[in-house]
């Protein structure tokens, strides 16, 4: 079982990996002047990023509650797939949203 739980926290590192890789190609697949879409490519993720850093990390420096967290991290997540929804990849944005709802389930399961 142990196993499965340093799997899941790996997994859980992959969906933030991917929902950042969501929103820069969704940035870069823009249909905008380049520099916009070198500008969304980049800034998006940074922003995510941030975001992340701030409030959803473990090492926050904003600690929220668990509710608000989850609000934020579930904006976060949904922003990235329709991200990569709009970029004309809804098998993506769908996948993601699938991934990150089983591991969300199962981090409160496991008091992850």
């Not at 969906?15 to 929103?23: D, I, V």
């Not at 879409?37 to 929220?64: C, D, T």
């Not at 509650?65 to 990569?84: N, P, R």
Request: hydrophobic share 65%.
């Amino acid at each position: 079982m142990d196993i499965l739980r340093m799997l899941n926290l790996a997994l859980r590192f992959a969906l933030e990996l991917a929902m950042l890789a969501a929103l820069g190609y969704w940035g870069f697949k823009a249909d905008l002047a380049p520099v916009l879409r070198w500008l969304l490519g980049i800034g998006a993720p940074i922003l995510a990023a941030i975001v992340w850093g701030a409030f959803l990390s473990p090492k926050a420096s904003v600690p929220l509650d668990g509710s608000l967290k989850l609000a934020i991290e579930l904006a976060v997540f949904c922003l990235a797939a329709g991200a990569l929804y709009a970029a004309g990849r809804p098998a993506g944005a769908a996948a993601l949203l699938a991934v990150w709802a089983v591991n969300r389930i199962l981090i409160a399961v496991w008091d992850q």
